[in-house]
């Protein structure tokens, strides 16, 4: 059964940092993207940032927002997806769920994540 925990979420000031781990067992993730989600009260969930790495290279995948501020690196060795979340902002205060492809390419489609972790709260003060 393939299990997907997320830890390192928080609470933190407004122009802080923040990393999250999201630790995958139950397959082989080596070959599949991973991907972050987030979903704040009252809104859809959105796209994050998403990671392939295939032999040598990686892939990877954000939402313009997100961009420059949000680095997401995985450790294949360790199945274990991370996110490195600087510059903090109150809007970006929300539950962050980790998420599973079963495709190679580091897509922002929900629709393509066939596994999700239970999230981990992001808390942000200004």
């Known amino acids: 059964q393939v299990q997907l925990v997320e830890s390192g979420g928080g609470l933190v000031q407004a122009g802080g940092s923040l990393r999250l781990s999201c630790a995958a067992s139950g397959r082989t993730f080596s070959s599949y993207a991973m991907g972050w989600f987030r979903q704040a009260p009252g809104k859809e969930r959105e796209f994050v940032a998403a990671i392939n790495w295939s032999g040598d290279s990686t892939t990877t995948n954000y939402a313009d927002s997100m961009r420059g501020r949000f680095t997401i690196s995985r450790d294949n060795a360790k199945n274990t997806v991370y996110l490195q979340m600087n510059s903090l902002k109150p809007e970006d205060m929300a539950v962050y769920y980790c998420?599973?492809?079963?495709?190679?390419?580091?897509?922002?489609?929900?629709?393509?994540?066939?596994?999700w972790g239970q999230g981990t709260q992001v808390t942000v003060s200004s």
């Open positions: 998420a599973a492809s079963n495709f190679r390419w580091p897509s922002n489609r929900r629709t393509e994540y066939a596994y």
